[in-house]
């Protein structure tokens, strides 16, 4: 501990706390009142006071960097902290209006639904982008995917699993190779004008694929219905 001290310029107190903490490396006891620690002790301690000093971030903050990304450079973190602060723009509460209008084109058990399943608020006003999905689901609805027709709210969850699987992917394969190469403002423009293409291209993308199975179905439906006959 006296050499972790002198090396990092943490004090004793503090460095046994980030251990109780569980963000060390686990520490070797020896003879007496004595540990040993590894030398990777030393980066992580100056790496923990970075992220407290220079990005004020908590040490539950931290702990989450470190289970979910490792021991993540500083500037890296940095970068992840401007694009989540550019990213996270108003969403207004819905006008009353608007918000009746499309409740008058839902049943209350659609919007129970889409509350249970997390797909829009349950709580407090609904807000804009909540509105938007509400006016979609309205709109499908009108044009025939009803209950009846065997299209349930629980069948939307399928597409909300499937766009967050592949954020994920998006995140960890495509986004954060290049956060070290580009400074804020050329990462924020790159998310801004890549978000509306990117939409476009999902949307390309679901059309073909959906043509192409369905075009599968209707190249063996002669056949499933000859061998059932």
């Known amino acids: 501990m006296r050499d972790l001290v002198r090396l990092t310029g943490v004090s004793a ?50 702990a ?27 969403d207004p509460a819905a006008g009353a209006a608007e918000l009746a209008a499309v409740r008058e084109r839902l049943a209350p058990t659609d919007i129970a639904s889409l509350q249970r399943l ?22 499908m609805r009108a044009a025939g995917f009803t209950e009846d027709a065997g299209f349930s709210i629980e069948s939307l969850a399928l597409y909300r699993d499937a ?15 290049v956060l070290h190469r580009h400074d804020t403002e050329t990462l924020r423009d790159l998310v801004h004008n890549g978000l509306p293409l990117t939409d476009r291209l999902l949307s ?19 056949d499933a219905a000859g061998a059932t006959a």
């Open 13 to 62: 107190p503090t460095i046994h706390f980030y251990a109780q903490q569980g963000l060390l490396p686990a520490a070797r006891k020896t003879a007496g009142n004595q540990a040993l620690y590894p030398d990777s002790t030393i980066t992580r301690v100056r790496w923990i006071r970075d992220l407290q000093t220079e990005l004020n971030l908590s040490l539950r903050s931290i």
């Open 64 to 90: 989450h960097v470190l289970e979910m990304r490792g021991e993540l450079a500083v500037e890296e973190i940095r970068a992840l902290q401007a694009l989540g602060a550019l990213l996270d723009e108003p």
């Open 118 to 139: 997390g797909l829009i608020g349950s709580t407090g006003p609904i807000s804009s982008s909540d509105l938007r999905l509400l006016d979609l689901v309205a709109a």
């Open 163 to 177: 766009v967050e699987r592949l954020v994920a992917d998006e995140l960890a394969r495509i986004v954060e190779p």
């Open 204 to 222: 390309l993308l679901h059309q073909r694929a959906v043509r192409g199975e369905m075009q599968r179905w209707l190249d063996i439906a002669p």
